[in-house]
């Protein structure tokens, strides 16, 4: 787990361990409208890193969102069903894995 840490904006919250046997650790990206990295996955979903209770733990969603990295095919059937475009939304995979991998 990276612990250097160029975030200055916000205070970030305590995520939970990932329990789960992840092979892979997902990239930290800007998903939920920081222009810094504020999406984080936790079991192949995202949470965002600055919402948080009085206590400093994430917040679990109501929403669900897919991680597209882990669980990219339920993250590409969620564009589809928003009709988003996928060729769009595999370009800005792309890039995400280029910049904060
Ligand atoms: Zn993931």
């Not at 200055?8 to 939970?16: K, L, S």
Request: proline share 6%; glycine share 4%.
């Amino acid at each position: 787990m990276s612990t250097d840490n160029k975030k200055t904006e916000t205070e970030q919250c305590t995520i939970p361990s990932v329990t789960s046997s992840a092979v892979e650790q997902c990239p930290e990206f800007p998903y939920f409208g920081a222009r810094y990295p504020d999406a984080r996955c936790i079991d192949g979903y995202l949470h965002d890193m600055d919402s948080c209770d009085e206590e400093g733990n994430v917040y679990i969603m109501d929403e669900m969102h897919p991680c597209p990295f882990c669980n990219k095919d339920e993250f590409m059937q969620n564009q589809k069903d928003n009709e988003e475009d996928l060729t769009e939304a595999q370009g800005w995979i792309d890039r995400i894995k280029t910049k904060y991998n």
